[in-house]
Structure formats: structure tokens, C-alpha cells
């Protein structure tokens, strides 16, 4: 069974930074893609990026955050981050990460229904 814990979430101003950090219980990436959700009450969850790596690593991007945000992985800590740069009121919401094992040769895709393992969240607040 994975297990995945999300941390690093906070309140912090607009054009500020922060970093998520995924830590995952399987030791191997190879075997799962993670992707970074988020989700404001009342509104759809949205799938803002994910990673995995089949040989090398494949990164994908909501355009929403494209430019602002980078998901990098930690092999040795067993961790996916998340790090928010230039954040707005707008990114407010509760963040998610989220693992699936189905195989995408050279491609992460962040459709929500393919994510069968899902961390706890972690409340990030962009405000003045």
C-alpha cells in the first residue's frame, strides 16, 4: 500500500515562495508517477503537475502554474517538492499529491482519475 505525506504548506504573501515536499513510502519512482493537485472548496480538483521517470525524468505543467512552479524528486529521500515561486491570491487552496502506476512512455499526465493513491493535503494561503 503507498502511502504519501504532504508538508511545507503555510500562509505567505503575494509574490512569495513556498515548498511542498512529498514524501512517498515505495523506494522507487520508477513504478509510480506523482502529481501535484489542488482543490478550493466548492471548486474541482486541479491537477498542476506531476513527474515521473522511465530513464529519465518527464515533467508535466497546468498552465495555471507554468513558469511559477517546479516538481523535482529526491531519489535518496524518497520525496517529491513542490516549489511555488511568485505565488498569488489565487493559489490559495488545500494541496494534494497523488501516485499512479499506469505507464506513459516519455509522458506525465495530471488527469485526476488516473490517481489511485492520495496523500492528506496541506492548506496553502497567499495573502496580503
Known amino acids: 500500500q503507498l502511502q504519501l505525506v504532504e508538508s511545507g504548506g503555510g500562509t505567505v504573501r503575494p509574490g512569495g515562495s513556498l515548498k511542498l515536499s512529498c514524501a512517498y513510502s515505495?523506494?522507487?519512482?520508477?513504478?509510480?508517477?506523482i502529481g501535484w493537485f489542488r482543490q478550493v472548496p466548492g471548486k474541482e480538483r486541479e491537477g498542476i503537475s506531476c513527474?515521473?521517470?522511465?530513464?529519465?525524468?518527464?515533467?508535466t505543467y497546468a498552465d495555471s502554474v507554468k513558469g511559477r512552479f517546479t516538481i523535482s524528486h529526491d531519489n535518496a529521500k524518497n520525496t517529491v517538492y513542490l516549489q511555488m515561486n511568485s505565488l498569488k491570491p489565487e493559489d490559495t487552496a488545500i494541496y494534494y499529491c497523488?501516485?499512479?502506476?499506469?505507464?506513459?512512455?516519455?509522458?506525465?499526465?495530471?488527469?485526476?482519475?488516473?490517481?489511485?493513491?492520495w496523500g492528506q493535503g496541506t492548506q496553502v494561503t497567499v495573502s496580503s
Open positions: 497523488a501516485a499512479h502506476g499506469h505507464f506513459f512512455p516519455g509522458v506525465c499526465r495530471i488527469a485526476t482519475g488516473l490517481y489511485g493513491w
Open positions: 513527474i515521473s521517470y522511465s530513464g529519465g525524468y518527464s515533467t
Open positions: 515505495q523506494p522507487s519512482l520508477n513504478t509510480y508517477t
